[in-house]
């Protein structure tokens, strides 16, 4: 089945610097991909919804430059989160639906830990 | 608002014995309902959905959740659970209002023991 590989599995970083998390689509080409966030015992919260080609969208209340989305090719979604601080530190996960198929058939990543010291 | 509620936290159940995972609703309009399950260090897979037509819904891996209407509920239930079985499970309906984005609950965690 398709598959939704999202690295890094986790990452531990100073409060200030920024950290890159990548999400690809391993068979199939995804024009959009999701960004979810998701705090202990709590729902996947949508931040975003990356657009190939353009900018993403952002849910309300999503810091658009904090969250930094960028989705250069139609099998890779990279969510930024810039000048990172503790209350960034989070589970991030991913998805993506083959062409042609819509939210009945999501295939989300592994997910992210964020660690912000 | 819609939304969705999975009012446990965790569920405990023996091997051999059913399980349910409870979900409730509240949504406008016909609601379109999902199962989710998450095995560690792994992404959420769908088990099963409700659109339309028959109450009780077949999924994967022997599981199965029944539409109730009147008490807007998606439980999912299993007639006999495994220790693979453990996982995090997620309930989520169609926002009809939002361009059809999926909300989530918060999750359930299933614990079944030998």
Not at chain 1, 17 to 45: G, H, N
Not at chain 2, 67 to 90: E, G, I, M, R, W
């Amino acid at each position: 089945g398709a598959v939704v590989s999202q690295h890094p599995s986790w990452v531990i970083c100073k409060s200030g610097t920024s950290v890159k998390i990548e999400c690809r689509s391993l068979d199939f080409q995804a024009t959009t991909m999701f960004w979810y966030r998701q705090f202990p015992k709590q729902s996947l919260m949508l931040m975003a919804t990356s657009n190939e080609g353009s900018k993403a969208t952002y849910e309300q209340g999503v810091e658009k430059d904090k969250f930094l989305i960028n989705h250069a090719s139609l099998t890779l979604s990279t969510l930024t989160v810039t000048s990172a601080h503790p209350e960034d530190s989070s589970f991030y996960i991913c998805s993506a639906h083959p062409p042609g198929q819509g939210w009945e058939k999501l295939f989300f990543g592994s997910g992210t830990q964020l660690s912000v010291l | 608002a819609q939304s969705v509620a999975q009012p446990e936290d965790q569920v405990n159940v023996a091997e051999g014995n059913p399980l349910t995972v409870k979900c409730t609703y509240s949504v406008s309009g016909n609601p379109y309902l999902f199962w989710y399950v998450q095995y560690p260090n792994r992404g959420l897979q769908f088990l099963l959905k409700y659109i339309t037509g028959d109450n009780l819904v077949k999924g994967s891996y022997g599981f199965e959740a029944e539409f109730n209407k009147s008490q807007t509920s998606f439980h999912l239930k299993k007639p006999s659970a495994l220790v693979s079985d453990s996982a995090l499970y997620f309930c989520a309906v169609r926002d009809n209002n939002q361009g059809g984005k999926l909300i989530f609950g918060q999750g359930t965690e299933l614990s079944v023991k030998p």
